[in-house]
C-alpha cells in the first residue's frame, strides 16, 4: 500500500485542527441554550408562533461582540473579568457583580436541575429528586475529578446534543416560506405580552454569566502551556490566537442562535399551530409535542434537553466559582488538583448542591426563571460597560485594544441589555 500524499494527509488532519480551534466560545454558546434557555424559546414559540425568530437574527452580532470582547480581555490580559475588576475598579463593584452573579447562577442551576430531572422522568418515570441529586453529583464529579484537558473534551461532544432540536424541527412540518419571510420582515407589536417575550428572548441569549465563563476559559486554556499566559506578553502569538478566538466565537454564537431558532420553530409549527400556547417549562414542552409530533419527535427534545442541561451545569457553577476565586484571590481553575484549589472546587460543589436543595423546597421553575433573568439583566448591563471601557484600555490591555467595528457592536449590545432592562421592568405586571 502507497504512503498518502501530502494533499491526503491534510485532508486527514484539517477535521481535528477545526476541532481544536472551536472551544471556550463553542462551549459557551452551546451551553446559553440550556434547560432555563429551552423554556424560554418554547414559550415564546408556542405563544407568538414565527413573530419572534427575528430577535435571534438580530442578536447574533452583539452577542458574538460582547462575548468576543470578554475572550480578548482574558487572552490579552491573562485574568478573568473578576480578576481584572479587582486590579482596576473599586472592590463595591467587583463584590456586588460577583454576588448578584452567584445568586443568579445558583437559581438558575437548580432550575435547569428540575428541568434534567423532569425529562428523564419523561422518559423512564421514577422520582424526580433523585435524578436531580444524581445529575448534581455526576456534574460535581466530574468537574471535580477528571483531568481538564479530558472534561473539555467531554463538554466540546456535548454540544452535539443540540442537535437534537434541528432534528426535531426537520421532523415536523415547517412552512419555511412563511418563517424566512417572517425573519425579514417581521410583524412588530408594542402590546406588553409581546414586549415581554422579546425581553425575554435578549436576556436569555446575552447573560453576565456567559461573559465570566468564556474569559477564563481563555485563561485555563493557556495555562496549561509553559510560558507566560497573557498575549500582551507573547505577541508572536497575537494575530494566530486573535483569529482563533474570533472564528471559536462566532462559530460557537451561531450555533447557539441556530438552536434556539429551530426550537422556536418546532414549537411554534406543532404547539401554536395545534392551539397550544401555554408553555412554562422545558419539559412541559417536550411532553406537550408527544401528542402533536409523535413519540420520536418528543424523546429527541427530552434528550437534548438533559445533554444540554449537563453542558449548562458546569459553565453556572464553574463562571460562579472563577469569580469568587478571582475576588478573593483564590487558587483556582479546573486545570488544577482538587487539593491545590480546594476553595475553588468547594464552591463549585457548594452553588450545585444549593441548586439542587432548591428542588426539595417546592422550587417554582416559572419564578425561578423570572427572578433569574432580573438578576442577570440587573448585573450585565454594568458588567457590559465595564468591559467596553476595558476593553479599550491602554494600561489593561496594551497594544490589543479593540478596533473601531468591534466598539461600535459592543457598545450596541451594551445599550440594547439596558432597553431590555427597561423594557422588563415596564412588563413587571405582566411578568
Avoid at 107 to 115: P, S
Wanted: include cysteine; aromatic fraction near 12%.
Amino acid at each position: 500500500m502507497s504512503a498518502p500524499t501530502r494533499k491526503q494527509k491534510a485532508k486527514k488532519a484539517l477535521p481535528n485542527k477545526v476541532w481544536d480551534v472551536l472551544g471556550p466560545g463553542l462551549i459557551t454558546g452551546a451551553s446559553d441554550d440550556d434547560p432555563s434557555g429551552i423554556a424560554t424559546y418554547a414559550q415564546v414559540g408556542a405563544k407568538f408562533n414565527y413573530g419572534i425568530g427575528w430577535t435571534l437574527l438580530f442578536s447574533y452580532p452583539l452577542m458574538c461582540a460582547i462575548q468576543l470582547i470578554s475572550a480578548e480581555i482574558g487572552r490579552v490580559t491573562g485574568h478573568g473579568v473578576a480578576g481584572n475588576l479587582r486590579r482596576h475598579y473599586s472592590a463595591w463593584l467587583l463584590y456586588s457583580s460577583v454576588a448578584l452573579l452567584v445568586i443568579a447562577n445558583t437559581i438558575n442551576l437548580g432550575a435547569d436541575l428540575g428541568a434534567i430531572g423532569a425529562a428523564v422522568n419523561l422518559l423512564i418515570g421514577g422520582p424526580v429528586l433523585i435524578y436531580v441529586g444524581l445529575f448534581a453529583v455526576i456534574s460535581v464529579w466530574l468537574e471535580v475529578f477528571v483531568k481538564y484537558s479530558r472534561y473539555v473534551s467531554v463538554l466540546k461532544w456535548l454540544t452535539l446534543s443540540l442537535f437534537a432540536y434541528v432534528g426535531t424541527a426537520f421532523i415536523v412540518q415547517i412552512p419555511w416560506t412563511h418563517v424566512l419571510l417572517g425573519l425579514v420582515w417581521p410583524h412588530l407589536s408594542l402590546k406588553g405580552e409581546y414586549v415581554t417575550a422579546v425581553v425575554a428572548v435578549f436576556g436569555t441569549t446575552i447573560s453576565p454569566y456567559l461573559f465570566f465563563w468564556q474569559a477564563e476559559a481563555e485563561v485555563e486554556r493557556e495555562q496549561a502551556r509553559p510560558g507566560p499566559n497573557a498575549l500582551k506578553d507573547q505577541p508572536k502569538e497575537a494575530t494566530r490566537e486573535l483569529h482563533r478566538i474570533e472564528w471559536d466565537t462566532f462559530v460557537g454564537m451561531a450555533f447557539s442562535n441556530l438552536v434556539a431558532l429551530f426550537i422556536v420553530l418546532t414549537t411554534a409549527a406543532t404547539l401554536h399551530a395545534h392551539g397550544v400556547t401555554d408553555i412554562q417549562t422545558s419539559a412541559q414542552a417536550a411532553e406537550a409535542l408527544k401528542p402533536i409530533a409523535g413519540r420520536f419527535a418528543y424523546t429527541i427534545f427530552a434528550l437534548g434537553i438533559i445533554g444540554t442541561g449537563m453542558l449548562a451545569l458546569p459553565v453556572l457553577a464553574g463562571s460562579a466559582a472563577y469569580a469568587i476565586g478571582e475576588a478573593l484571590r483564590w487558587p483556582s481553575g479546573l486545570a488544577k488538583k482538587p487539593k491545590q484549589a480546594r476553595a475553588f472546587y468547594l464552591t463549585i460543589a457548594v452553588s450545585t448542591i444549593i441548586g439542587a436543595s432548591m428542588n426539595l423546597f417546592g422550587l417554582d421553575p416559572i419564578k425561578a426563571l423570572f427572578w433569574s433573568a432580573v438578576i442577570n439583566g440587573v448585573v450585565a448591563v454594568p458588567i457590559m460597560a465595564v468591559l467596553m471601557f476595558m476593553a479599550v484600555n491602554r494600561k489593561i490591555m496594551g497594544q490589543y485594544r479593540i478596533g473601531p467595528t468591534l466598539k461600535f457592536f459592543g457598545w450596541l449590545a451594551t445599550v440594547v441589555m439596558a432597553l431590555v432592562v427597561i423594557g422588563m421592568l415596564a412588563t413587571w405586571n405582566s411578568t
